[in-house]
């Protein structure tokens, strides 16, 4: 696997069998820290509470703890990837990136043994676990944030299926925001069926948009609507 060094100087990868970059060439610390974890508000919360959909690399995590550990607040985080990287990989893409550095060695080590792990330390509780969104149970109204990021849904179409995004959504407290990089029409669709107010935010980069989608107090997906589908 190749890495490529991104606008801000971070590196990422890009994946050869989704044919595209784990984050966008224009900065991928950049985009962990305004998308992720300013977008969704994280970087405000005391103690925040969030679910990722593609843990990846660790950078969207490393920016949120960064942020969240300079207000002395606490970062919880469970993190869910099916097909993580080879931690030699690993090492070489957060040793140029520069985020949380003692936190990012002790994620190696704990990435190493390749079994789902709890890793605690200054500011964070943080749990991995290797499996898909699909097979993953998580815990009802609890994360403050869904950061989905399993690549973008022409990509990844799977990933993006209403089962999915309605087992994201019922992760969400009420008032709870999901944040991604892609504004397709169908995704926003898709969450506003699961009671979500999707808006459209300007973007950073080669991106116009973001989109940032708040659960709406009280409401929630009960029963699976119609799935609308990409042209
Ligand atoms: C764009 S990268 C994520 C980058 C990451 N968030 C970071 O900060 O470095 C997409 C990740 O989503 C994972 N993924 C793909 N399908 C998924 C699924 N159905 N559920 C959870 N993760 C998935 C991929 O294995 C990949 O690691």
């Known amino acids: 696997m190749d890495l490529l060094t991104t606008g801000d100087g971070s590196p990422t990868l890009v994946s050869p069998r989704y044919r595209e970059g784990y984050h966008p060439r224009e900065g991928a610390r950049t985009q962990a820290e305004r998308l992720f974890a300013t977008l969704s508000g994280v970087s405000r919360l005391p103690d925040p509470r ?20 300079a207000r ?3 970062l919880f985080y469970l993190g869910l990837e099916p097909e993580p990287v080879p931690v030699a990989v690993l090492d070489r893409v957060l040793s140029g990136c520069r985020l949380a550095a003692g936190e990012a060695e002790r994620l190696l080590l704990a990435w190493e043994r390749g079994l789902d792990f709890v ?18 149970e998580l815990p009802p109204g609890w994360a403050d944030a869904v950061y989905y ?82 042209a």
Do not use: C, M
Request: charged share 20%.
């Open 50 to 69: 969030v679910i990722e959909v593609g843990f990846g690399l660790g950078i969207n995590f490393l920016a949120s703890l960064q942020t969240v550990r």
């Open 72 to 74: 002395g607040g606490t």
């Open 119 to 136: 890793l605690t330390g200054e500011g964070y509780l943080l749990e991995v676990r290797f499996v898909s969104l699909d097979r993953a």
């Open 149 to 230: 990021d399993p690549f973008s849904p022409k990509a990844n179409p799977a990933a993006w299926s209403l089962a999915n995004l309605a087992k994201a959504v019922q992760a969400l407290r009420p008032g709870g925001v999901l944040v991604s990089y892609t504004v397709a029409g169908w995704v926003r669709r898709n969450l506003t069926r699961l009671g979500l107010v999707p808006d459209r935010v300007p973007a950073y980069g080669g991106k116009r948009h973001w989109l940032r989608a708040r659960l709406v107090s009280g409401s929630g997906p009960e029963r699976p609507p119609g799935e609308h589908k990409p």
